[in-house]
Protein backbone atom coordinates (compact mmCIF):
# COMPACT_ATOMS: atom_id res chain seq x y z
CA UNK A 1 0.00 0.00 0.00
CA UNK A 2 1.52 3.28 -0.94
CA UNK A 3 2.03 6.11 1.63
CA UNK A 4 -0.50 8.29 0.71
CA UNK A 5 -2.74 6.01 2.05
CA UNK A 6 -1.43 5.70 5.35
CA UNK A 7 -3.91 7.04 8.14
CA UNK A 8 -7.25 7.22 5.78
CA UNK A 9 -10.63 5.42 6.45
CA UNK A 10 -11.48 2.50 4.80
CA UNK A 11 -14.30 3.28 1.81
CA UNK A 12 -17.77 1.73 3.18
CA UNK A 13 -21.32 1.78 2.17
CA UNK A 14 -22.61 0.87 -1.89
CA UNK A 15 -20.07 3.01 -3.57
CA UNK A 16 -17.14 1.00 -2.23
CA UNK A 17 -16.18 -2.92 -3.01
CA UNK A 18 -17.74 -4.35 0.64
CA UNK A 19 -21.13 -2.58 0.45
CA UNK A 20 -21.64 -2.79 -3.50
CA UNK A 21 -25.03 -4.33 -4.84
CA UNK A 22 -24.55 -8.06 -6.95
CA UNK A 23 -21.17 -8.06 -7.53
CA UNK A 24 -19.85 -11.32 -8.89
CA UNK A 25 -19.29 -14.39 -7.05
CA UNK A 26 -16.15 -13.82 -5.40
CA UNK A 27 -15.62 -10.28 -6.44
CA UNK A 28 -14.53 -9.10 -2.52
CA UNK A 29 -11.76 -11.58 -2.68
CA UNK A 30 -9.99 -10.40 -5.35
CA UNK A 31 -10.38 -6.34 -5.19
CA UNK A 32 -10.76 -3.99 -2.14
CA UNK A 33 -11.45 -0.12 -2.15
CA UNK A 34 -9.10 2.56 -0.58
CA UNK A 35 -8.52 5.87 -0.28
CA UNK A 36 -5.44 7.47 -2.03
CA UNK A 37 -4.35 11.16 -1.63
CA UNK A 38 -2.70 12.44 -4.80
CA UNK A 39 -2.22 16.28 -2.90
CA UNK A 40 -5.24 18.22 -4.09
CA UNK A 41 -7.86 15.09 -4.51
CA UNK A 42 -8.36 12.46 -2.31
CA UNK A 43 -9.11 9.07 -4.58
CA UNK A 44 -11.33 6.26 -4.30
CA UNK A 45 -9.47 3.07 -5.92
CA UNK A 46 -10.63 -0.70 -6.48
CA UNK A 47 -7.76 -2.69 -7.06
CA UNK A 48 -6.62 -6.59 -7.64
CA UNK A 49 -5.37 -8.87 -9.63
CA UNK A 50 -1.87 -9.69 -10.74
CA UNK A 51 0.23 -9.17 -13.80
CA UNK A 52 0.91 -5.68 -15.71
CA UNK A 53 -1.05 -2.89 -14.58
CA UNK A 54 -4.40 -2.05 -16.45
CA UNK A 55 -6.30 1.30 -15.27
CA UNK A 56 -9.81 0.80 -16.32
CA UNK A 57 -11.60 4.82 -16.62
CA UNK A 58 -15.70 4.62 -16.28
CA UNK A 59 -18.01 7.34 -18.06
CA UNK A 60 -20.24 8.98 -17.58
CA UNK A 61 -23.09 9.23 -15.46
CA UNK A 62 -21.20 6.08 -13.79
CA UNK A 63 -18.57 4.83 -11.42
CA UNK A 64 -15.61 2.32 -11.08
CA UNK A 65 -19.07 -0.55 -10.50
CA UNK A 66 -19.47 0.03 -14.27
CA UNK A 67 -17.15 -2.03 -14.99
CA UNK A 68 -17.85 -5.09 -12.11
CA UNK A 69 -18.61 -7.71 -14.94
CA UNK A 70 -14.64 -7.71 -16.32
CA UNK A 71 -12.91 -7.17 -13.68
CA UNK A 72 -12.97 -10.30 -11.97
CA UNK A 73 -11.50 -12.33 -15.42
CA UNK A 74 -8.95 -9.21 -16.36
CA UNK A 75 -7.12 -9.39 -12.67
CA UNK A 76 -6.45 -12.82 -14.14
CA UNK A 77 -3.80 -11.24 -16.16
CA UNK A 78 -3.52 -7.50 -15.26
CA UNK A 79 -3.34 -5.91 -11.65
CA UNK A 80 -6.58 -4.13 -12.44
CA UNK A 81 -6.97 -0.73 -10.80
CA UNK A 82 -10.62 1.01 -11.62
CA UNK A 83 -11.24 4.40 -9.52
CA UNK A 84 -14.23 7.19 -9.49
CA UNK A 85 -12.76 10.05 -11.19
CA UNK A 86 -13.04 13.10 -9.90
CA UNK A 87 -16.61 14.47 -8.56
CA UNK A 88 -17.39 11.07 -8.58
CA UNK A 89 -18.68 8.32 -6.34
CA UNK A 90 -16.72 8.28 -3.45
CA UNK A 91 -13.85 10.34 -4.64
CA UNK A 92 -13.90 13.86 -3.84
CA UNK A 93 -15.73 17.10 -5.44
CA UNK A 94 -14.04 20.26 -5.52
CA UNK A 95 -15.33 21.98 -7.69
CA UNK A 96 -12.59 22.70 -10.95
CA UNK A 97 -10.83 20.36 -12.35
CA UNK A 98 -12.65 18.85 -14.53
CA UNK A 99 -11.12 19.48 -17.89
CA UNK A 100 -9.88 16.08 -18.99
CA UNK A 101 -5.52 17.51 -19.03
CA UNK A 102 -6.63 17.45 -15.42
CA UNK A 103 -8.80 14.51 -15.33
CA UNK A 104 -5.99 12.83 -16.98
CA UNK A 105 -3.46 14.26 -14.55
CA UNK A 106 -5.22 12.83 -11.54
CA UNK A 107 -5.21 9.47 -12.63
CA UNK A 108 -1.36 8.99 -13.71
CA UNK A 109 -1.03 10.82 -10.05
CA UNK A 110 -3.15 7.56 -8.81
CA UNK A 111 -1.05 4.77 -11.14
CA UNK A 112 2.05 6.75 -9.40
CA UNK A 113 0.85 6.66 -6.03
CA UNK A 114 0.13 2.43 -6.77
CA UNK A 115 3.85 2.41 -7.94
CA UNK A 116 2.76 2.01 -11.74
CA UNK A 117 4.98 3.61 -13.90
CA UNK A 118 3.93 2.46 -17.57
CA UNK A 119 0.05 0.58 -18.00
CA UNK A 120 -2.50 0.31 -19.95
CA UNK A 121 -5.56 1.80 -20.35
CA UNK A 122 -9.55 0.92 -21.13
CA UNK A 123 -11.63 4.01 -21.11
CA UNK A 124 -15.61 4.00 -21.94
CA UNK A 125 -17.77 7.19 -22.84
CA UNK A 126 -16.36 10.45 -21.16
CA UNK A 127 -13.25 7.61 -20.46
CA UNK A 128 -12.98 7.60 -23.81
CA UNK A 129 -12.26 11.66 -23.28
CA UNK A 130 -9.75 11.06 -20.61
CA UNK A 131 -8.25 8.42 -22.03
CA UNK A 132 -7.24 10.17 -24.97
CA UNK A 133 -5.96 12.93 -22.65
CA UNK A 134 -3.97 10.29 -20.94
CA UNK A 135 -2.34 9.00 -24.40
CA UNK A 136 -1.57 12.21 -25.63
CA UNK A 137 -0.38 13.90 -22.67
CA UNK A 138 1.30 11.30 -21.17
CA UNK A 139 2.77 9.25 -24.00
CA UNK A 140 5.58 7.68 -22.35
CA UNK A 141 2.96 6.17 -19.53
CA UNK A 142 0.56 4.55 -21.10
CA UNK A 143 1.72 1.30 -23.44
CA UNK A 144 -2.08 0.78 -25.11
CA UNK A 145 -5.23 2.08 -25.55
CA UNK A 146 -8.49 0.98 -25.91
CA UNK A 147 -12.03 2.97 -26.14
CA UNK A 148 -15.43 2.45 -26.40
CA UNK A 149 -18.38 4.61 -27.65
CA UNK A 150 -18.52 8.25 -27.93
CA UNK A 151 -17.41 11.15 -30.07
CA UNK A 152 -14.31 12.98 -29.30
CA UNK A 153 -15.08 17.00 -28.10
CA UNK A 154 -12.58 18.99 -30.54
CA UNK A 155 -11.91 16.00 -32.60
CA UNK A 156 -14.83 14.53 -34.19
CA UNK A 157 -17.35 17.21 -36.18
CA UNK A 158 -19.79 18.59 -34.26
CA UNK A 159 -23.46 17.73 -34.91
CA UNK A 160 -25.75 19.64 -35.96
CA UNK A 161 -28.37 21.55 -33.77
CA UNK A 162 -31.28 20.42 -35.91
CA UNK A 163 -30.18 16.45 -36.10
CA UNK A 164 -32.73 14.14 -36.97
CA UNK A 165 -34.92 12.71 -33.69
CA UNK A 166 -32.56 9.81 -33.44
CA UNK A 167 -29.07 11.83 -33.11
CA UNK A 168 -30.92 13.93 -30.88
CA UNK A 169 -32.19 12.22 -28.54
CA UNK A 170 -28.36 11.12 -28.13
CA UNK A 171 -26.56 13.97 -28.03
CA UNK A 172 -29.05 16.57 -26.10
CA UNK A 173 -27.64 15.91 -23.07
CA UNK A 174 -24.24 17.13 -24.06
CA UNK A 175 -25.77 20.83 -24.28
CA UNK A 176 -27.84 19.78 -21.17
CA UNK A 177 -25.23 19.01 -19.23
CA UNK A 178 -23.46 21.97 -19.61
CA UNK A 179 -25.87 24.50 -18.12
CA UNK A 180 -24.46 26.28 -15.14
CA UNK A 181 -27.37 25.57 -12.60
CA UNK A 182 -31.06 24.80 -14.16
CA UNK A 183 -29.98 21.39 -14.91
CA UNK A 184 -29.37 21.01 -11.05
CA UNK A 185 -32.28 22.47 -10.47
CA UNK A 186 -34.05 20.54 -13.01
CA UNK A 187 -32.88 17.20 -12.25
CA UNK A 188 -32.65 17.36 -8.07
CA UNK A 189 -35.31 15.22 -6.80
CA UNK A 190 -35.94 13.34 -10.40
CA UNK A 191 -32.79 11.28 -10.75
CA UNK A 192 -34.49 8.77 -11.47
CA UNK A 193 -36.18 9.93 -14.55
CA UNK A 194 -33.21 11.74 -15.82
CA UNK A 195 -30.26 9.28 -15.66
CA UNK A 196 -32.84 6.70 -15.70
CA UNK A 197 -33.89 7.68 -19.30
CA UNK A 198 -30.03 7.87 -20.68
CA UNK A 199 -29.56 4.48 -19.29
CA UNK A 200 -32.60 3.02 -20.79
CA UNK A 201 -32.80 4.92 -24.43
CA UNK A 202 -29.02 3.93 -24.65
CA UNK A 203 -29.29 0.17 -23.84
CA UNK A 204 -29.92 -2.15 -26.65
CA UNK A 205 -29.97 -4.77 -23.87
CA UNK A 206 -31.40 -3.07 -20.36
CA UNK A 207 -29.31 -3.16 -17.61
CA UNK A 208 -30.50 -4.31 -14.37
CA UNK A 209 -32.98 -2.12 -12.38
CA UNK A 210 -30.10 -3.35 -9.40
CA UNK A 211 -27.52 -1.33 -11.31
CA UNK A 212 -29.46 1.53 -12.53
CA UNK A 213 -30.67 2.02 -9.23
CA UNK A 214 -27.46 2.28 -7.63
CA UNK A 215 -26.41 4.74 -9.94
CA UNK A 216 -29.14 6.71 -9.95
CA UNK A 217 -28.85 6.61 -5.74
CA UNK A 218 -25.46 8.08 -6.01
CA UNK A 219 -26.25 10.83 -7.94
CA UNK A 220 -28.91 11.83 -5.64
CA UNK A 221 -26.89 11.37 -2.31
CA UNK A 222 -26.12 15.03 -2.60
CA UNK A 223 -26.05 18.36 -4.15
CA UNK A 224 -22.32 17.93 -4.55
CA UNK A 225 -22.95 14.59 -6.08
CA UNK A 226 -25.39 15.64 -8.53
CA UNK A 227 -23.61 18.81 -9.39
CA UNK A 228 -20.51 17.61 -10.04
CA UNK A 229 -22.18 14.92 -12.48
CA UNK A 230 -22.49 17.49 -15.05
CA UNK A 231 -18.55 19.16 -14.51
CA UNK A 232 -17.10 17.25 -16.96
CA UNK A 233 -19.57 18.66 -19.79
CA UNK A 234 -19.30 22.01 -18.19
CA UNK A 235 -15.52 22.44 -18.85
CA UNK A 236 -16.08 21.53 -22.45
CA UNK A 237 -14.33 24.54 -23.65
CA UNK A 238 -11.40 23.55 -21.73
CA UNK A 239 -11.51 20.19 -22.83
CA UNK A 240 -12.33 21.32 -26.69
CA UNK A 241 -9.07 23.55 -26.26
CA UNK A 242 -6.84 21.16 -25.58
CA UNK A 243 -7.94 18.56 -27.76
CA UNK A 244 -7.31 21.08 -30.78
CA UNK A 245 -4.18 21.46 -29.03
CA UNK A 246 -3.28 17.32 -28.46
CA UNK A 247 -4.37 16.62 -32.33
CA UNK A 248 -1.05 17.60 -34.36
CA UNK A 249 0.73 15.36 -31.91
CA UNK A 250 -0.73 12.35 -33.45
CA UNK A 251 -0.90 8.79 -31.41
CA UNK A 252 1.49 6.06 -32.40
CA UNK A 253 0.74 3.50 -29.70
CA UNK A 254 -2.17 0.82 -30.15
CA UNK A 255 -5.60 1.92 -29.69
CA UNK A 256 -8.84 -0.62 -29.76
CA UNK A 257 -11.98 1.79 -30.69
CA UNK A 258 -15.02 -0.50 -29.52
CA UNK A 259 -18.52 0.58 -30.47
CA UNK A 260 -21.62 -0.79 -30.07
CA UNK A 261 -23.71 -2.17 -33.10
CA UNK A 262 -27.08 -0.48 -32.16
CA UNK A 263 -25.15 2.51 -30.92
CA UNK A 264 -21.82 4.32 -32.64
CA UNK A 265 -20.84 1.31 -34.35
CA UNK A 266 -17.52 2.18 -36.64
CA UNK A 267 -17.56 6.09 -35.75
CA UNK A 268 -15.34 5.17 -32.76
CA UNK A 269 -12.55 3.83 -34.68
CA UNK A 270 -13.18 6.48 -37.22
CA UNK A 271 -13.06 9.09 -34.69
CA UNK A 272 -9.74 7.56 -32.74
CA UNK A 273 -8.30 8.03 -36.88
CA UNK A 274 -8.56 11.31 -37.22
CA UNK A 275 -5.85 11.06 -33.92
CA UNK A 276 -4.10 8.11 -34.11
CA UNK A 277 -2.15 6.02 -36.58
CA UNK A 278 -2.81 2.30 -35.52
CA UNK A 279 -6.27 1.96 -34.81
CA UNK A 280 -8.31 -1.38 -34.51
CA UNK A 281 -11.90 -1.38 -35.40
CA UNK A 282 -14.49 -3.41 -33.39
CA UNK A 283 -18.03 -3.06 -33.45
CA UNK A 284 -20.25 -5.40 -30.96
CA UNK A 285 -23.41 -6.36 -32.47
CA UNK A 286 -26.77 -6.56 -30.14
CA UNK A 287 -25.17 -3.91 -28.35
CA UNK A 288 -25.67 -0.30 -28.00
CA UNK A 289 -23.73 2.25 -25.84
CA UNK A 290 -23.41 0.11 -22.13
CA UNK A 291 -20.34 -2.18 -23.81
CA UNK A 292 -19.00 -3.55 -20.89
CA UNK A 293 -22.45 -4.22 -18.67
CA UNK A 294 -24.84 -5.13 -21.82
CA UNK A 295 -21.95 -7.73 -23.53
CA UNK A 296 -19.72 -8.35 -21.43
CA UNK A 297 -18.35 -11.52 -22.49
CA UNK A 298 -17.62 -9.83 -25.67
CA UNK A 299 -15.63 -6.74 -24.36
CA UNK A 300 -13.89 -9.51 -22.26
CA UNK A 301 -12.78 -11.22 -24.93
CA UNK A 302 -11.95 -7.98 -27.32
CA UNK A 303 -9.41 -6.69 -24.00
CA UNK A 304 -8.21 -9.72 -23.59
CA UNK A 305 -7.25 -10.25 -27.17
CA UNK A 306 -5.79 -6.66 -27.78
CA UNK A 307 -3.88 -6.56 -24.32
CA UNK A 308 -2.14 -10.04 -24.97
CA UNK A 309 0.72 -8.40 -26.31
CA UNK A 310 1.38 -6.43 -23.56
CA UNK A 311 0.22 -9.17 -21.38
CA UNK A 312 3.03 -11.51 -22.42
CA UNK A 313 5.58 -8.54 -23.17
Not at 86 to 100: A, E, M
Not at 286 to 313: K, N, S
Request: glycine share 10%.
Amino acid sequence: MSSSSAGLPTPEGPGAVSGAPNLPEGFTSIFTSRYVDTGDLRQHVITGGEGPPLLLVHGWPQTWYAWRLVMPALAQDFSVVAADQRGVGLSGKPTGGYDTGTLAADLVALMDALGHRRFAVAGHDTGMWIGYALAADHPGRIDRLAVAETPLPGVSPSPPLFANAHLNDALWHFAFNRLAEVNDQLVAGREDIYFGWQFASKAARKLPDYAVRHYVDTLAASPDALHASFAIYRALDATIAQNQQRLPRRLSLPILAIGGGHSLGEQVANTMKLAADDVQTLVIPGCAHWVAEETPEETLAALTAFLAPYRDG
